[in-house]
């Protein structure tokens, strides 16, 4: 099942951020093979990061939790807000994603 992570970062975390990124980054890389998408939540000037959107596929939310609570940023104390759902994902992408 797809798991979506919305997780938006605490104010004034952009050191902190930029800091953990490459192993943030290592992180995801070892689910490359379950990830439907994933990327950085962006402030309107589609630059300054604010949080992350991940989705992912895991066996059960027990397995996305555990997940989470052992990422990167999740460790730092990066995330001032997160949230966890279910997704079904009912419409081919068309908009946003590499060529």
């Known amino acids: 099942m797809i798991f979506v992570f919305h997780l938006t970062d605490k104010p004034d975390s952009g050191q902190l951020r930029t800091s953990v990124r490459p192993e943030h980054k290592a992180y ?32 059960d939310r027990a397995a996305a939790e555990s997940w989470l609570a052992n990422e990167p940023f999740t460790r730092a104390g990066l995330y001032g807000a997160v949230s966890i759902h279910a997704f079904n994902n009912l419409w081919p992408q068309k908009v946003g994603f590499p060529a």
Do not use: N
């Open 28 to 59: 995801l890389g070892l689910q490359a093979e379950r990830m439907a998408f994933a990327g950085p939540l962006t402030s309107d000037d589609g630059a300054t990061m604010i949080g992350s959107l991940l989705a992912i596929d895991f066996p």
